[in-house]
């Protein structure tokens, strides 16, 4: 089986970052032995701030192509959402809007698994809320999801783990679904 995995922020210092890259740990650790995740960085899929004007003079950047393909070519998504204003950054709004451009059906029925944290005590569910209920219009068959609330009292940021065991259990919950 082969996970993309990805934090849907732009941020350097990504809280969700860390927690998908841990997260994907756990699922080739402990979960699904024989999995293999690839990790990418939405940094490396930078393009225009979307306008149907740059579409129409310049067509749909190769970034989006290439972000396209890479959800065809998994078996399954790992996702962890960043929340800006109770939604999506914009960094991920702007990738999805060209990716919708190829096709509305951006996820291509593929199973997720998704998550979210913030500093907040409700760690980004709102961006979960919006995620989970978007899905069946863009073709994500969402297996299970958790939001991390408190991140930096949750998470021990040295060692790229939960300290929150009971947290870590809920976590173990979610991926599971790709067993
Ligand atoms: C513009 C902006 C808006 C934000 N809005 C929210 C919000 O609505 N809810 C929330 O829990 N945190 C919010 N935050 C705090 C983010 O959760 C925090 O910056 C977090 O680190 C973002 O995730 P990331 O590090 O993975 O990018 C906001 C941060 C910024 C910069």
């Known amino acids: 089986m082969n996970i993309l995995a990805f934090a849907a922020s732009n941020s350097r210092t990504s809280i969700n970052k860390a927690l998908v890259t841990h997260a994907a740990d756990l699922l080739k650790n402990d979960i699904v032995p024989d999995c293999s995740v690839?990790?990418?960085?939405?940094?490396?899929?930078?393009?225009?701030l979307f306008s149907v004007d740059k579409e129409k003079s310049d067509g749909i950047p190769d970034a989006a192509h290439q972000f396209y393909k890479k959800i065809g070519?998994?078996?399954a998504l790992l996702v962890s959402f960043a929340e800006h204003n109770g939604n999506y950054t914009a960094a991920y709004k702007n990738l999805f809007d060209w990716t919708s451009r190829i096709?509305?059906?951006v996820y291509q029925g593929k199973p997720a698994v998704l998550l979210s944290t913030?500093?907040?005590g409700r760690g980004g569910k709102s961006v979960m809320a919006?995620?989970?209920?978007a899905a069946p219009h863009f073709a994500m068959d969402v297996q299970a999801s958790l939001?991390?609330?408190s991140f930096y009292d949750n998470f021990d940021m040295e060692n790229g783990k939960l300290s929150?065991?009971?947290?870590?259990a809920e976590l173990k919950t979610a991926l599971a679904a790709f067993s």
Not at 164 to 168: F, G, H, I, Y
């Open 38 to 48: 690839e990790l990418i960085d939405l940094n490396d899929f930078e393009m225009p």
């Open 73 to 75: 070519e998994a078996d």
């Open 103 to 105: 096709d509305a059906k």
């Open 118 to 120: 913030s500093p907040g």
């Open 130 to 133: 919006a995620a989970t209920g």
């Open 147 to 149: 939001s991390v609330p």
């Open 164 to 168: 929150n065991q009971e947290v870590q």
